[in-house]
């Protein structure tokens, strides 16, 4: 400071010096320790550093290391707080100690000033940077009241000081006097501050709040209305002295200053100006705090919006003063708290009366500071503690998920419960990408909400529905009424049974950014919709399930190339062994190809038993009768070579075992045979798709081991391991076989077709050997059956399909259609491959179900069993859709009567069920053959009698 500077200051100080009444004060540190102190004597004025504590005659309050508080050591003293170190708080003090009163003009220093005017206390905040005029004090009185006119002066100058001051390290509170009310640092108050030291608890400290509010401002009650962003709502858990187990929700996010704006506007006294939304400022009360607005709750438009908590704070105001008193209405405050930081509150007041209603205010008013402080460090706590339980679960989430990189299935499934768990909903759904059919697949979708019951492999189009509009869009949506919006898919709730009240969606990406999935979640759980913070969460959540579902993707094509290795090892080894003999493909190449009816004069009659014509290379002969005879050969210029060696590699891909080998391919491909050569049939699908039928039902069990896929995925064998994530093993497997066929040398009996036609009848095989999966077929019988039903439609593309999976079906069980000796020969040979898979159960140490295990099987219960689940019904709908096929029906309909027949006569004679013997006694058949007969010519008497009552 210069001499003119010096000068200049000790002249506004000898101004003042009369008009100032100074006071003794002490300044300490946070450890207690006295930094400075002053003793105000007539012409000395003089800074002391003490070294030893001060008598502390006030509790001190500490924030943390670099914070000092300055306490009077008499009434009426100053009161200073200050959030700087130590070294500057000793600069402040000292410019302090040079002169109380005065402003250094040039507003090179900032200087914090505090004075006291015999009963009126004001506040000055430090100049940093600024300059203001100082303000003389010459003509105010020592002691006594200011004038009307000098009060005014003090308001203007105090609220220009403000607007000037950019620092908000310091804070300086007026001092309170016995009238003013209770002060802040009596033991009351106290309490909140150790609740907020000790026991950091947002709702605790609310509980000891609202106590200190009624205890030391004689106010009857209180509640906080806390307004929270991220959940986009206002509500309020703490009411008087009550923790409220559920939350009262009172509105979004904004319906706090629509309240403080709407109270407002009913006081005439109001500066409305200063509401304004989300960008109000206030009136500061603090270093970090503004008042809002303070409004009075008397008109009912305003008391109406938060009416369910103002009743439940009287109610429980009304309580505690007994039932022998007549119940008070206590008239509402609300006081709008908001700090820098972003947190707003209202503070709702019940005060004892009107009348008392502004002095109660006015004993709050000093120390909504420091309450508007203490409520953003308690939020602060809370909020810090619920980021580190979130990035707790979300470690947790990690680490359950990331342990089930190897099973898809898995990994969904804790994808799903972690979400749930997550932002509290009812269901979790994950949709997975097909690009290849350009649907959302939900393979593990929650049925009723709970963990242990799902259905499987859910399938929608791409753009239906709000999970196709968000993988189409790539944005997330928060529905709050589902039934009402334009994108929902109501037929997932039609076929699971629940019923969905909102959803939030999101999308799962690569860091690519490349759509690997959409994650559904339904029904927010306490609450009407999804919040904002929900919405946050899930867009953090998606991060890691995209790394994870990559990761888990990626894993899956490594084992499937190691399981593709060891396969391909496997065929070499078994390919070595299949070797075709050159005289083979020339006796199939050069001799003519004899038409079908060679083979046998019924070869193109339903019944027919195509097994009949011989075994072995007889049926490749008749396989290659059959191309010719639909006019493959010639349409799609396949070459005899091409074509025998195709066929040759096909039988020799067949294993030896009872049932799934070659004669069983020949067979269904005879029955398919049969079927393609009707016009109806030919008008419904194109010749290309009729190409690639009868191509599947010669292949459609290739490399078949016996075994069924339960027993593959059970056993946990290389198959399974390779397909057992899409289902369908051992089919899936079949369809790998036809390729690599397709692949060999000479093999290609496609090599003639364009690239489109080459996919299209790929995608063909692919589809109707996956429908020889009873378990796909029982998924689709619904739709099969509505469709024979309401009759096909040729330009349904979906009839079409639906179609030819039924003809594959139906070729497949085409056994079931011949007579009893037959398809009684051909039941044992499959229970023979039951069998055999229940005793390698048994030796696994399982036990198989009773279809698999000799010693408890019944096979004409099986099989009736069996016919009327699947077979009947498969026929019923194609002799609907095939007139000519309705004999097929017929004929299992016989076939039925005789495995009930046997059935019986086993009970009555104490056959026992066990084992395969009885199937080939010829006496039996005999027996049942005959029971068979008369209870159908029983049958169809009853018949014509019922119809000669008809037509009497």
């Given at each position: 400071m210069g001499?003119?500077?010096?000068?200049?200051?000790?002249q506004?100080?000898?101004?003042n010096?009369?008009?100032?009444?100074?006071?003794?004060f002490?300044?300490?540190?946070?450890?207690?320790?006295?930094i400075?102190?002053?003793?105000?004597?007539?012409?000395?004025?003089s800074?002391?550093?003490?070294?030893?504590?001060?008598?502390?005659?006030?509790p001190?309050v500490s924030?943390?290391?670099?914070?000092?508080?300055?306490?009077?050591?008499?009434?009426g003293?100053?009161?200073?707080?200050?959030?700087?170190t130590?070294?500057?708080?000793v600069?402040?003090?000292?410019?302090?100690?040079?002169?109380?009163?005065?402003?250094n003009?040039?507003?090179?220093?900032?200087k914090?000033?505090?004075?006291?005017l015999g009963?009126?206390?004001?506040?000055?905040?430090?100049?940093d940077?600024?300059t203001?005029?100082?303000r003389?004090?010459?003509?105010?009185?020592?002691?006594?009241?200011?004038?009307?006119?000098h009060?005014t002066?003090h308001?203007?100058?105090?609220?220009?000081?403000?607007?000037?001051?950019?620092?908000?390290?310091?804070?300086?509170?007026?001092?309170?006097t016995?009238?003013?009310?209770?002060?802040s640092?009596?033991p009351?108050?106290?309490?909140?501050?150790?609740?907020?030291?000790?026991?950091?608890?947002?709702l605790?400290?609310?509980?000891?709040?609202?106590?200190?509010?009624?205890?030391?401002c004689r106010i009857?009650?209180?509640a906080?209305?806390l307004?929270?962003?991220?959940?986009?709502s206002?509500?309020?858990q703490?009411?008087?002295?009550?923790?409220?187990?559920?939350?009262?929700?009172?509105?979004?996010?904004d319906f706090?200053?629509?309240?403080?704006?709407?109270?407002a506007?009913?006081?005439d006294?109001?500066d409305k100006?200063n509401?304004?939304?989300?960008?109000?400022?206030g009136?500061?009360?603090?270093a970090n705090t503004f008042?809002?607005?303070?409004?009075e709750l008397l008109?009912?438009?305003?008391?109406?919006?938060?009416?369910?908590?103002?009743?439940?704070?009287?109610?429980?105001?009304?309580?505690?003063?007994?039932?022998d008193?007549p119940p008070?209405?206590?008239?509402?405050?609300?006081v709008?708290?908001r700090s820098?930081?972003?947190?707003?509150?209202g503070?709702?007041?019940a005060?004892?009366?009107e009348?008392d209603?502004?002095?109660?205010?006015k004993?709050?008013?000093?120390?909504?500071?420091?309450?508007?402080?203490l409520?953003?460090?308690?939020?602060?706590?809370?909020?810090q503690?619920?980021?580190?339980?979130?990035?707790?679960?979300?470690?947790?989430?990690t680490q359950?998920?990331?342990s089930s990189?190897?099973?898809?299935?898995?990994l969904?499934?804790?994808?799903t419960?972690?979400?749930?768990?997550?932002v509290?909903?009812?269901?979790?759904?994950l949709f997975?990408?097909?690009?290849e059919?350009?649907?959302?697949?939900?393979?593990?979708f929650?049925?009723?909400?709970t963990?242990?019951?799902?259905l499987?492999?859910?399938r929608?189009?791409?753009?239906q529905?709000?999970?196709?509009?968000?993988a189409?869009?790539?944005?997330?949506?928060?529905?709050?009424?589902?039934y009402?919006h334009p994108?929902f898919?109501?037929?997932?709730?039609?076929?699971?049974?629940f019923?969905?009240?909102?959803?939030?969606?999101?999308?799962?990406?690569d860091?690519?950014?490349n759509?690997?999935?959409?994650?559904?979640?339904?029904?927010?759980?306490g609450?009407?919709?999804?919040t904002?913070?929900d919405?946050?969460?899930?867009a953090?959540?998606?991060?890691?399930?995209?790394?994870?579902?990559?990761?888990?993707?990626?894993?899956?094509?490594?084992?499937?190339?190691?399981?593709?290795?060891h396969?391909?090892?496997?065929?070499?080894v078994?390919?070595?062994?299949?070797s075709?003999?050159p005289e083979?493909?020339?006796?199939?190449?050069?001799?003519?190809?004899?038409p079908?009816?060679?083979?046998?004069?019924?070869f193109?009659k339903?019944?027919?038993?195509?097994?009949?014509?011989?075994?072995?290379?007889i049926y490749?002969?008749?396989?290659?009768?059959?191309?010719?005879?639909?006019g493959?050969i010639?349409r799609?210029?396949?070459r005899?070579?091409?074509?025998?060696?195709?066929l040759?590699?096909?039988?020799?891909?067949?294993?030896?075992?009872?049932y799934?080998n070659?004669?069983?391919?020949?067979?269904?491909?005879?029955?398919?045979?049969?079927?393609?050569?009707?016009n109806k049939?030919k008008?419904?699908i194109?010749e290309?798709?009729?190409?690639?039928?009868?191509?599947?039902?010669l292949?459609?069990?290739?490399?078949h081991r016996?075994?069924?896929?339960?027993?593959?995925?059970?056993s946990?064998?290389?198959?399974?391991?390779?397909?057992?994530s899409?289902?369908?093993?051992?089919?899936?497997?079949h369809?790998?076989q036809?390729?690599t066929?397709?692949?060999?040398d000479?093999?290609?009996i496609?090599?003639?077709?364009?690239?489109?036609?080459?996919l299209?009848v790929?995608?063909c095989?692919r589809?109707v050997i996956?429908?020889?999966?009873?378990?796909?077929?029982?998924?689709?019988?619904?739709?099969i059956k509505?469709?024979a039903?309401?009759?096909?439609e040729?330009?349904?593309?979906?009839h079409r399909?639906?179609?030819?999976?039924?003809l594959?079906?139906?070729?497949?069980l085409?056994?079931?259609?011949k007579?009893?000796?037959h398809?009684k020969?051909?039941?044992e040979?499959?229970y023979k491959?039951?069998?055999?898979?229940?005793?390698?159960?048994?030796q696994?140490g399982?036990?198989?179900i009773?279809?698999?295990d000799?010693?408890?099987?019944c096979v004409?219960k099986?099989?009736?069993?069996?016919m009327d689940?699947v077979?009947?019904p498969?026929f019923?709908?194609l002799?609907?859709?095939?007139?000519e096929?309705?004999?097929?029906?017929?004929?299992?309909?016989?076939?039925?009567?005789?495995?009930h027949?046997?059935?019986?006569?086993?009970?009555k004679?104490g056959f026992?069920?066990?084992?395969?013997?009885?199937?080939?006694?010829?006496c039996?058949?005999e027996?049942v053959?005959?029971n068979?007969l008369?209870e159908?010519?029983a049958?169809?008497?009853?018949?014509i009698?019922?119809?000669l009552e008809d037509?009497?």
């Amino acid at each position: 400071m210069g001499e003119m500077e010096e000068e200049e200051f000790e002249q506004q100080r000898q101004q003042n010096s009369n008009a100032a009444t100074y006071s003794n004060f002490e300044v300490t540190g946070a450890s207690g320790n006295n930094i400075a102190s002053r003793k105000h004597s007539p012409g000395m004025d003089s800074l002391q550093h003490a070294k030893t504590p001060c008598r502390k005659v006030s509790p001190t309050v500490s924030f943390g290391p670099q914070t000092i508080t300055a306490a009077s050591s008499i009434k009426g003293s100053p009161i200073l707080s200050s959030r700087t170190t130590k070294r500057s708080t000793v600069d402040v003090l000292h410019r302090f100690a040079q002169d109380l009163c005065a402003v250094n003009s040039s507003g090179r220093r900032a200087k914090f000033h505090k004075f006291s005017l015999g009963e009126e206390r004001w506040k000055w905040n430090s100049l940093d940077g600024n300059t203001c005029e100082p303000r003389t004090s010459k003509s105010l009185p020592i002691s006594g009241r200011p004038s009307s006119a000098h009060h005014t002066q003090h308001n203007h100058n105090y609220q220009h000081l403000n607007n000037l001051l950019p620092r908000r390290d310091l804070v300086c509170s007026p001092t309170p006097t016995a009238e003013d009310g209770p002060l802040s640092w009596q033991p009351g108050f106290a309490e909140v501050l150790d609740m907020a030291a000790l026991h950091p608890d947002l709702l605790q400290f609310q509980l000891a709040l609202n106590d200190w509010i009624k205890r030391q401002c004689r106010i009857r009650g209180s509640a906080l209305l806390l307004s929270s962003q991220e959940q986009n709502s206002t509500h309020c858990q703490v009411c008087g002295d009550q923790l409220l187990e559920v939350p009262l929700q009172c509105g979004d996010a904004d319906f706090l200053f629509t309240l403080l704006r709407a109270g407002a506007n009913q006081s005439d006294n109001y500066d409305k100006n200063n509401i304004k939304h989300e960008d109000l400022k206030g009136e500061e009360i603090g270093a970090n705090t503004f008042v809002l607005a303070r409004v009075e709750l008397l008109e009912e438009s305003v008391r109406s919006a938060i009416n369910p908590l103002l009743e439940m704070l009287n109610n429980i105001l009304n309580t505690k003063i007994g039932n022998d008193l007549p119940p008070l209405q206590a008239c509402f405050s609300l006081v709008g708290l908001r700090s820098n930081s972003g947190f707003s509150a209202g503070l709702v007041l019940a005060h004892n009366s009107e009348q008392d209603r502004l002095d109660e205010l006015k004993l709050l008013d000093p120390h909504l500071g420091m309450l508007g402080t203490l409520m953003t460090l308690m939020h602060n706590i809370e909020e810090q503690r619920r980021l580190a339980q979130q990035s707790q679960v979300f470690l947790s989430m990690t680490q359950n998920v990331f342990s089930s990189l190897q099973d898809m299935h898995l990994l969904v499934r804790n994808i799903t419960k972690e979400a749930k768990a997550l932002v509290h909903a009812e269901i979790c759904s994950l949709f997975l990408l097909d690009k290849e059919h350009s649907e959302l697949v939900a393979e593990v979708f929650e049925k009723n909400g709970t963990s242990e019951e799902y259905l499987t492999e859910i399938r929608m189009p791409l753009n239906q529905g709000i999970v196709g509009h968000v993988a189409t869009t790539g944005q997330m949506m928060n529905v709050t009424d589902v039934y009402n919006h334009p994108f929902f898919y109501p037929k997932v709730d039609e076929r699971t049974g629940f019923l969905t009240r909102n959803i939030l969606c999101f999308p799962i990406k690569d860091s690519s950014g490349n759509l690997v999935g959409v994650a559904e979640l339904c029904n927010k759980i306490g609450r009407d919709t999804f919040t904002r913070y929900d919405e946050q969460i899930a867009a953090t959540f998606a991060v890691y399930c995209a790394i994870s579902l990559s990761h888990c993707l990626l894993y899956r094509k490594l084992q499937e190339a190691h399981r593709r290795s060891h396969m391909a090892a496997e065929l070499l080894v078994q390919g070595s062994t299949l070797s075709i003999a050159p005289e083979d493909i020339l006796r199939l190449t050069v001799r003519d190809i004899p038409p079908p009816l060679s083979f046998h004069p019924e070869f193109d009659k339903l019944c027919f038993i195509p097994r009949s014509i011989g075994s072995g290379d007889i049926y490749v002969e008749a396989s290659l009768a059959i191309f010719r005879d639909l006019g493959f050969i010639e349409r799609f210029r396949l070459r005899r070579r091409t074509l025998a060696r195709f066929l040759l590699m096909v039988q020799k891909g067949y294993r030896d075992v009872p049932y799934h080998n070659w004669s069983h391919a020949f067979a269904v491909s005879h029955f398919c045979y049969l079927l393609l050569r009707m016009n109806k049939v030919k008008d419904v699908i194109g010749e290309l798709e009729r190409f690639g039928l009868l191509v599947a039902c010669l292949c459609h069990d290739i490399d078949h081991r016996g075994t069924t896929n339960a027993f593959q995925l059970q056993s946990k064998t290389p198959l399974a391991q390779l397909y057992s994530s899409e289902g369908s093993v051992l089919e899936r497997h079949h369809f790998a076989q036809t390729v690599t066929i397709l692949g060999m040398d000479e093999c290609n009996i496609f090599e003639q077709l364009n690239r489109q036609q080459y996919l299209d009848v790929l995608d063909c095989i692919r589809e109707v050997i996956l429908a020889t999966d009873i378990a796909a077929h029982l998924r689709k019988v619904d739709r099969i059956k509505q469709m024979a039903e309401g009759g096909f439609e040729n330009g349904n593309a979906e009839h079409r399909y639906l179609f030819m999976c039924l003809l594959m079906t139906a070729s497949d069980l085409s056994d079931q259609t011949k007579d009893f000796h037959h398809s009684k020969a051909i039941a044992e040979n499959i229970y023979k491959e039951f069998f055999s898979q229940g005793d390698l159960e048994k030796q696994m140490g399982n036990r198989p179900i009773a279809m698999m295990d000799r010693d408890r099987a019944c096979v004409p219960k099986i099989q009736i069993e069996f016919m009327d689940t699947v077979a009947l019904p498969v026929f019923k709908f194609l002799a609907d859709l095939l007139p000519e096929l309705r004999t097929t029906h017929e004929a299992i309909l016989t076939n039925r009567l005789c495995w009930h027949s046997l059935d019986q006569i086993l009970l009555k004679q104490g056959f026992t069920t066990g084992g395969l013997e009885y199937l080939r006694d010829t006496c039996l058949e005999e027996k049942v053959l005959m029971n068979a007969l008369q209870e159908q010519i029983a049958t169809k008497d009853k018949e014509i009698e019922k119809d000669l009552e008809d037509n009497n």
